[in-house]
């Protein structure tokens, strides 16, 4: 199996194709939005300024999620999904070194595709279990809970991230399009870029399998 980067707007789809990637296929998965989350429980400096830059939607530093997702890939042997990063060309250059300097391999680099108004109810209906971290969403009609507010699978709190919301998924969808995107010319160039379409599970992992 391959290592993939997957290249997505926010709720494209990501971290649902991780979900059923890492239990079929035993992919690791890294999300640096994750390890950014858990680094802002703490209450230190650097927890509280991580903080603020995740509920304002504004990207973190390279520094801080250079030294988060090193440590985390010193930890990795296998295939693992890079899910959230890069997030602009110059953490794509340094990700390069990166990647020599550990001795992992590039990868495969998957385009996620879906069409902007899904994307948006998805966000502001999104929440997800404080307990086992299943994802629901109360407004797209697809994965409802069955009991509002409690996960069907473990019975967990449901809850919603802080920058999931109107504005602010405005604020990442922009920051996606101006900083991110121009990855994709960057790695179509290298020759390892494939296009899926994400608007439902089911096309998103048939096509996504075909490259495996
Ligand atoms: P995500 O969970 O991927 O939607 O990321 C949530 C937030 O974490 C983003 O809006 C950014 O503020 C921050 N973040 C995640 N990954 C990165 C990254 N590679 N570089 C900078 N900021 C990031």
Not at 25 to 52: C, F, P
Not at 118 to 140: A, E, F, M, P, Q
Not at 188 to 210: A, C, F, H, Q, V
Request: aromatic content about 8%; charged content about 30%.
């Amino acid at each position: 199996m391959k290592n993939l980067i997957l290249i997505a707007a926010p709720a494209a789809g990501k971290g649902t194709l991780s979900e059923i990637l890492v239990k079929k296929y035993n992919y690791a998965h890294i999300s640096t939005g994750d390890l950014l989350r858990e680094v802002s429980q703490d209450e230190s400096e650097l927890g509280k300024k991580v903080t603020n830059m995740l509920k304002n939607g504004e990207l973190v530093t390279d520094e801080i999620v250079f030294e988060l997702l090193e440590k985390k890939l010193e930890t990795i042997n296998g295939p693992y999904i890079l899910d959230g990063f890069p997030r602009t060309l110059n953490q794509a250059y340094k990700y390069d070194e990166l990647v020599v300097k550990l001795k992992k391999e590039l990868g495969m680099v998957v385009v996620l595709n879906t069409p902007y108004e899904t994307l948006k109810k998805r966000i502001v209906g999104r929440v997800l279990c404080k307990d086992c971290g299943s994802i629901y969403n109360t407004l797209t009609g697809v994965n409802m809970p069955k009991q509002e507010g409690i996960c069907d699978k473990c019975g967990g709190f449901l809850y919603k991230r802080s920058d999931d919301n109107e504005e602010s998924f405005k604020t990442r969808y922009e920051t996606y399009m101006k900083k991110t995107k121009p990855l994709i010319e960057y790695y179509e160039k290298k020759g390892n870029l494939y296009y899926i379409d994400s608007s439902d599970t089911t096309t998103m992992l048939r096509e996504i399998e075909d490259f495996l």
